[in-house]
Nanobody, 124 residues
Framework: QVQLVESGGGLVQTGDSLRVSCAASGLTFSSYFMGWFRQAPGKEREFVAAITRNGGSTYYTDSVKGRFTISRDNAKNTVYLQMNSLKTEDTAVYYC?????????????????WGQGTQVTVAS
């Protein structure tokens, strides 16, 4: 069965860096467009970043541009989100997702599989 397992979350302070990872299994990883989403308490899930199947193109929501970097290692079936200059408003549960299509990558409904999430807490 398909599994996406996030790791690397934790408690950091503003200005710190953190890298979260998502290891995939049970699917042909290189065939999937990968995305990161996050959800803060009391808020809806929001798009954070996405990356194409071969890693050639990346996409980010405005609030993280210049601070976050999404990457993937198809040989390891893993997608990463490097988060720098973290702010308190980045606090959320971060989820990775896999989808077969490119269109509508900012919408969670376009993805086929989801991880369980990893908590990122940024304290001031």
């Amino acid at each position: 069965q398909v599994q996406l397992v996030e790791s690397g979350g934790g408690l950091v302070q503003t200005g710190d860096s953190l890298r979260v990872s998502c290891a995939a299994s049970g699917l042909t990883f290189s065939s999937y467009f990968m995305g990161w989403f996050r959800q803060a308490p009391g808020k809806e899930r929001e798009f954070v970043a996405a990356i194409t199947r071969n890693g050639g193109s990346t996409y980010y929501t405005d609030s993280v541009k210049g601070r976050f970097t999404i990457s993937r290692d198809n040989a390891k079936n893993t997608v990463y989100l490097q988060m720098n200059s973290l702010k308190t408003e980045d606090t959320a549960v971060y989820y990775c997702a896999a989808g077969k299509q490119v269109f509508g990558y900012t919408s969670g409904s376009r993805y086929d599989y989801w991880g369980q999430g990893t908590q990122v807490t940024v304290a001031s």
